[in-house]
């Protein structure tokens, strides 16, 4: 395994339109995999997509540590790696939290995300992985998921006067609920 080199925001690899894999069992896919995840760990981080690492295809790894998986989850999501993922919100609630990248380092911004999805993908033994998940889970997944199409996560946001370096938006006074929903820790940049 290898910890990898993480393009940050302005490589044009981060903003193109990634390929879908054709053989998750390929042993070379599975290199990648298991490089992501512990580049990942490196950083550290909770997620990363395969285009951060400078490779085009639609593959992301993440994790969801159990604490902050939503209370009506019936178990810790662990670590996941999974292919050519699709998104299907479930609903319309959306809400907004704190989210930061490892392509962004230092950077933090307040970015509205679907409360609710489905999402399903491959893992990397070919099975079919499919899931419902809320809050941060749900949040990890859109946010790794935006990657492969190109998308950073300022280009969601909407309001542009909560991006910023993330020590200083702590100390801000106009950011009082920064951390209302426990989100905004630095250290757990995906
Ligand atoms: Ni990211």
């Known amino acids: 395994m290898a910890i990898l080199k993480i393009a940050r925001m302005g490589h044009p690899?981060?903003?193109?339109?990634a390929e879908r894999v054709d053989d998750p069992t390929d042993s070379e896919i599975h290199r990648l995999i298991a490089d992501m995840i512990e580049t990942m760990r490196d950083a550290p981080g909770i997620g990363l997509a395969a285009p951060q690492v400078h490779v085009p295809l639609r593959i992301v790894v993440f994790y969801v540590p159990g604490e902050r998986s939503a209370e009506d989850e019936a178990e810790d999501v662990t670590l996941t790696a999974l292919i050519n993922p699709e998104i299907i919100p479930v609903g319309e609630d959306m809400n907004e939290a704190?989210?930061?990248?490892?392509?962004?380092?230092?950077?933090?911004?307040?970015?509205?995300?679907?409360?609710?999805?489905?999402y399903?993908?491959?893992a990397?033994?070919?099975?079919?992985?499919?899931?419902?998940?809320?809050?941060?889970?749900?949040?990890?997944?859109?946010?790794?998921?935006?990657h492969l199409d190109g998308i950073l996560y300022p280009m969601r946001m909407d309001d542009l006067t909560s991006f910023g370096y993330a020590e200083e938006l702590v100390k801000a006074?106009?950011?009082?609920?920064?951390?209302d929903e426990g989100e905004n820790e630095k250290s757990e940049d995906d």
């Open 13 to 17: 690899v981060l903003s193109q339109v």
């Open 98 to 118: 704190a989210e930061g990248c490892l392509s962004l380092p230092q950077l933090a911004g307040r970015v509205r995300r679907f409360s609710h999805i489905h």
């Open 120 to 122: 399903s993908g491959l």
């Open 124 to 146: 990397p033994d070919g099975s079919i992985i499919e899931r419902e998940a809320t809050g941060f889970h749900a949040r990890v997944v859109q946010h790794e998921c935006d």
């Open 173 to 179: 006074p106009s950011t009082d609920t920064w951390d």
